[in-house]
């Protein structure tokens, strides 16, 4: 009995000792269909620092980090806990891994276990009834102790859905993107995790200014009945043909449960409530993009797709030569108008054409984008006569119907009478002989009355000094010019090095850009001209392509430079800030604190790196 007592205790202290120091992975699923959300966990039992989670690759992270501690005593012994939780989905089936977080545990590293994640493919119905059950066990202490069936119901109580009102569209067309928040809890706070990076689209909010007043209204879904709110309408128009994925948008929100009563007095004054974090993240959604048709596609067609109408109109029918001649080209109606490139319009060869001034007056609404775009061009004819404007085509694309269609302005007679300069001088001629008369006193000089210049003999500039060194002067200027051209092809395949020369400079209008914005108080176009700012120059400095400039690569690749953690946090905190802000309004910081601290940050990476 001795001997088994102590080979008992051993055992015990082993377990005890190896269980005193662990860092462990956990996942709620081993297999997931695309679309839906789930969690990983890494707990670790011990004090340690300097975590470092895997790179998700082949997910994307809609929530987290959610960091929970928790501390218990028995019989003396403290042990405590420190959790770090990530929600998680998968766009493509297949097998993916998430690889090793690793911890500094006393001075050495200590890494989790990999763990193989399996996604198949799933139907549209599955994944949104999975994506509306959809709530993280690991956001916060409080919920972590609850049961699992009210865990259930609270997921069955809010979600998130993304609606669009077309699933295939073409190149240029306008669809509408809708999110909308079910609840049948109360909410008392919301916090935005991510915002979605709509890559592929050109996107045009609705009722930017009126996030603040969003109306509520009921609605039935899958047979019950939630208060419901669209808090976030946006305008799509892609930009290239496939399947593009519109990324989720996740959010946090403080929601108050109502909990059975414990006794009959709590029974009597309503029962018990608990106020707990749900996160909420819609389901990525993918859109089929067409190419626009190649049949049909006339050579007036710039890019316009909608339905529209063209007017075209001048001031006047006669004037005078070198008199300005507006020419006004009108653009109705609803598609991509905002996108519209340059009409192209063929005046007579004897008038000066300018470049368009543009003036849109345009409204945006939940039925997309429609209005009209003006664009005015200033002639100047050159010379009398009798002249016609031609008709302007504009082409656009309808995708209702699926066809190209070409309208056409009428042409205008202008008759262009004599006129003159300033200086008295004839500017016109008749239509038979039209041509510019150069100045008289430019074009014949009077003979001079004054002493030449007489030099004697032998004193020819020919066979002197500076005469061999304007010889040698174009040898030397070809050498100079091929060399420094050399020089700078040999800088530019280096495309590396002439994205990072520029970087600076390219930031420094977004932050020019930037400061416009904030002296006219456009709050929106503010934060959208530093964060352009911020991730164009990052992108070029770090050599990161756009589609891997996320927070994570941008601070693995600061770090990797040697700028100091207090610099990354400060980089990555103000783009955080200029992506919530143009969600939702901030109030815990100025706009002229972002601005200048979005300053002082490039300055200070522009010296370390």
Known sequence: MTIKYYILTLLLFCTTAVMSQSFIAQVSKTQVVTGEV???????NTSGDKFTPPNFVGFQVVGGPNQSQSMSSVNGQVTQSLSIGYALVADKPGTYTIGAAYVVINGKPVSTRPINITVVKGNPQ????????QQSPFDDDSQQQQPASASTDMKKNIFMRAV????????????TLTYKLYTRVSLLANDLDKAPDLNGFWSQDVNKNQQRNIPWKMEVYNGQR??????????????????????????TFMVRKTLPPRDVMEQMFGGRTEDVKIKVASPPLTVHV??????????????????????????KHELKANEALNYTLKITGSGNIKLLKQVNINPPTDFEKYDPKITDNVTESINGVSGTRELAYLMIPRHEGTYTIEPVQFSYFNPKSGRYVT?????FPIKVNKGTDAAGNVTSLAPADQRDIKMLAKDIRYIKSNNPDIYNEGESFFGSAGYWLLILLGPLGFIAAAAFRKRTEEFNSDIVKVKNKRAAKLAAKHMANAAKELQAGNTKA??????????????????????DLNLENIADQLKAKGVSDALVKNMTGTLELCEMARFAPVSHVS?????????STINDIETNV
């Open 290 to 315: 067409q190419p626009l048709p190649e049949a049909g596609k006339p050579a007036s067609f710039t890019g316009a797709v909608g339905n529209f109408t063209v007017e075209g109109s001048v001031e």
């Open 38 to 44: 789930f969690e990983v966990q890494f707990t670790l």
């Open 591 to 599: 706009q002229q604190q972002v601005f200048d601290g979005a300053k």
């Open 126 to 133: 599955q994944q949104r009834q999975q994506q509306q059950a």
């Open 407 to 411: 309208l056409s302005t009428p042409a």
């Open 164 to 175: 669009i009102d077309k699933s295939k569209v073409y190149i240029g067309e306008q669809m």
């Open 226 to 251: 939630y208060n419901v709110a669209e808090i976030k309408q946006t305008i799509l128009f892609p930009e290239r043909a496939g399947n593009l994925v519109i990324d989720p948008l996740a959010m």
């Open 526 to 547: 503010f934060y959208e001209a530093v964060s352009k700012g911020l991730y164009g120059y990052l992108s070029d400095k770090l050599n990161i392509p756009a589609a």
